[in-house]
T-cell receptor
């Protein structure tokens, strides 16, 4: 059974700092991995999707990497801003591609001005 | 263009009552998903519709939960005889084609069972 873990559960950094969020998964047979952002009381916003054949994806100040064999992904946020404060979720789709995303518990990020 | 919409945004009900939650996917998205997020917990998959195929109901927690989808449009999630442990945010997502495509989420329905 696939399990997804995110560390740390919470993180507080000063504005301008670069930071890394970690996601690990127990079954390396994945179809893709997706990073989301969730703001309080809101739904999820998709940030980056990495296919199993890819190593990384970039969007603006965000870079996500994937090491499928070791069951790990990282989300790198450069030059953090207070507006980046949110909960970041990673989710994996199994290789059978059934549509079910398995989510981690999330990392709650606070960027202090 | 319009994203995934859900209604109501909030629902408070009494234990034992039935509730119906609605999801309008992005136009043209053939796949639709329901997830649940209980307080302090991660998102749990509930059910997945893909086109005219039989839905994947493997995540539904009990037979009190059911979902329908009309063609490739609106979906409703029904919870019968609600219990307090059903209190959660119910999120709907849709995607183009098969499940391997990026999923786009709605704002969710916050259900509170008193």
């Amino acid at each position: 059974k696939q399990e997804v873990t995110q560390i740390p559960a919470a993180l507080s950094v000063p504005e301008g700092e670069n930071l890394v969020l970690n996601c690990s998964f127990t079954d390396s047979a994945i179809y893709n991995l997706q990073w989301f952002r969730q703001d309080p009381g809101k739904g999820l916003t998709s940030l980056l999707l990495i296919q199993s054949s890819q190593r990384e994806q970039t969007s603006g100040r965000l870079n996500a990497s994937l090491d499928k064999s070791s069951g790990r992904s990282t989300l790198y946020i450069a030059a953090s801003q207070p507006g980046d404060s949110a909960t970041y979720l990673c989710a994996v789709l199994g290789s059978s591609n059934t549509g079910k995303l398995i989510f981690g518990q999330g990392t709650t990020l606070q960027v202090k001005p | 263009g319009a994203g995934v919409s859900q209604s109501p945004s909030n629902k408070v009900t009494e234990k034992g009552k039935d509730v119906e939650l609605r999801c309008d996917p992005i136009s043209g998205h053939t796949a639709l998903y329901w997830y649940r997020q209980r307080l302090g917990q991660g998102l749990e998959f509930l059910i997945y519709f893909q086109g005219n195929s039989a839905p994947d109901k493997s995540g539904l927690p009990s037979d009190r939960f059911s979902a329908e989808r009309t063609g490739e449009s609106v979906s409703t999630l029904t919870i019968q005889r609600t219990q307090q442990e059903d209190s959660a945010v119910y999120l709907c997502a849709s995607s183009l084609g098969s499940g391997g495509n990026e999923q786009f989420f709605g704002p969710g329905t916050r259900l509170t069972v008193l």
